[in-house]
């Protein structure tokens, strides 16, 4: 998954899951490129919830802060 290659691309840098335990096959398929490519191009558009948004939102601010 997208760890693997991060610990891979980045050995002098560590990298924490959240959990061991927890796999997800979808997100597997996701790599760098492609993230970059949807992100580029803004395609695969996902319509959220305002009330998610805004908390999702200020999640990411607080860890951006840090």
């Not at 924490?16 to 335990?21: D, F, K, T």
């Not at 492609?34 to 999640?59: D, F, W």
């Amino acid at each position: 998954g997208i760890l693997h290659r991060l610990r891979k691309e980045n050995p002098g840098k560590i990298f924490h899951p959240v959990s061991e335990e927890i796999v997800c096959s979808d997100m597997k398929k996701i790599t760098l490129e492609n993230l970059a490519g949807c992100l580029r191009e803004m395609k695969h558009e996902v319509a959220v919830p305002e009330e998610i948004s805004t908390r999702a939102k200020r999640a990411i601010d607080a860890m951006l802060a840090i």
